[in-house]
């Protein structure tokens, strides 16, 4: 099965009841687990920050991030939530502070933002926790992801990058599909996609390209307020999309060997055709292509495959208007 991601990141709006709702929503599109983000303003910013899109009333940045906290029983309780609904509990974390919270609270793995994926110091702290690391892509080169790969391979922490581009909403030509096969290539390990484009069918195509993580920002209404809102999708979407990529799944686990086809043998004999012909002929009648027709079912007459053999023979005997033709109808 593919392993999917639904991103809520602030969509909770700092509500800790708006949190718990987002994993019941979740839990019923069937995705694989439901990711968080675990701000702490006084570790990971200050009054010097400034808003990537200006979307709220608070007067700073570190103010926002400051709003978006919750405690760690809250933390707790959310992942107690997903415990219950079957969903994999993931928060991102973005500084040292978090990643201790976020080991109280117990993470099976960790997510690292396409911001932090340069941040050896955070990079460190996950690495300590000998934990896997899923790696966004979104606005890293490939000479600074060699550079973090190599930090992690040199800690044995066991990691999977996927290819992200930093926009929102993402436009189909900023998708980077191609990525995905460089990634495979390079680095030799899982890869995925993590998407902004508010669509289906980035993440639809993705799968096909064998992306085998996929991440997406989910939301209840794309009209609320939020720096993600117009980059995600909405729970029907959701819903709709993990059947499709889970469908696609199962079809890239089982190929189809062409050179086999006897499964098809009773069909064939439905679907395949008899050759006939289109008027009455006399004997001895030689026949041309404008004498023949094709007509159901298969094996009441010659292949219509080898019609050229029956082109320039005579009839031994007379045959009506859409009579099937035989072997034993030619000299």
Not at 127 to 154: N, R, W, Y
Not at 307 to 317: A, D, M
Request: with cysteine; net charge negative; proline share 3%.
């Amino acid at each position: 099965m593919i392993f999917t991601i639904a991103e809520i990141a602030q969509a909770h709006e700092g509500s800790i009841a708006l949190a718990h709702k987002y994993i019941d929503a979740v839990a019923k599109t069937g995705c694989s687990a439901i990711k968080f983000q675990t701000h702490i303003a006084s570790a990971e910013s200050s009054i010097h920050e400034p808003f990537r899109i200006r979307f709220s009333e608070d007067k700073t940045r570190f103010d926002y991030w400051k709003r978006m906290e919750f405690s760690l029983e809250q933390w707790k309780e959310l992942k107690q939530h997903c415990d219950d609904v079957g969903l994999e509990f993931m928060s991102s974390p973005f500084s040292n502070k978090a990643v201790d919270l976020l080991e109280e609270v117990g993470v099976k793995r960790y997510k690292v933002g396409s911001g932090e994926v340069n941040n050896f110091v955070l990079l460190e702290k996950i690495a300590q926790t000998g934990k896997p690391v899923i790696v966004s892509s979104g606005m890293s080169s490939f000479e600074e992801l060699d550079a973090t790969v190599q930090f992690l391979k040199e800690r044995n922490v066991a990691y999977s990058i996927l290819q992200c581009t930093t926009s929102y909403p993402t436009k189909p030509i900023q998708f980077g599909l191609n990525v995905l096969q460089e990634l495979k290539d390079k680095y030799n390990v899982p890869v995925g996609f993590s998407d902004h484009s508010s669509t289906i069918e980035a993440c639809i195509s993705a799968t096909a390209l064998g992306a085998e993580i996929l991440e997406f920002h989910v939301v209840f209404d794309k009209n609320s307020k939020g720096p993600d809102a117009t980059s995600s999708l909405t729970f029907d979407e959701v819903s709709m999309l993990v059947k499709a990529v889970n469908n696609i799944d199962i079809a890239l686990k089982n190929p189809i060997d062409k050179n086999d086809n006897s499964q098809f043998s009773d069909l064939k004999q439905i679907f395949e055709k008899s050759l006939a012909i289109n008027k009455d002929l006399p004997k001895g009648h030689v026949l041309s292509f404008s004498d023949l027709e094709t007509k159901k079912p298969k094996g009441f007459g010659i292949l219509a495959s080898n019609y050229q053999k029956v082109i320039g023979k005579k009839l031994k005997k007379d045959l009506q208007q859409w009579s099937f033709l035989n072997e034993t109808d030619i000299t």
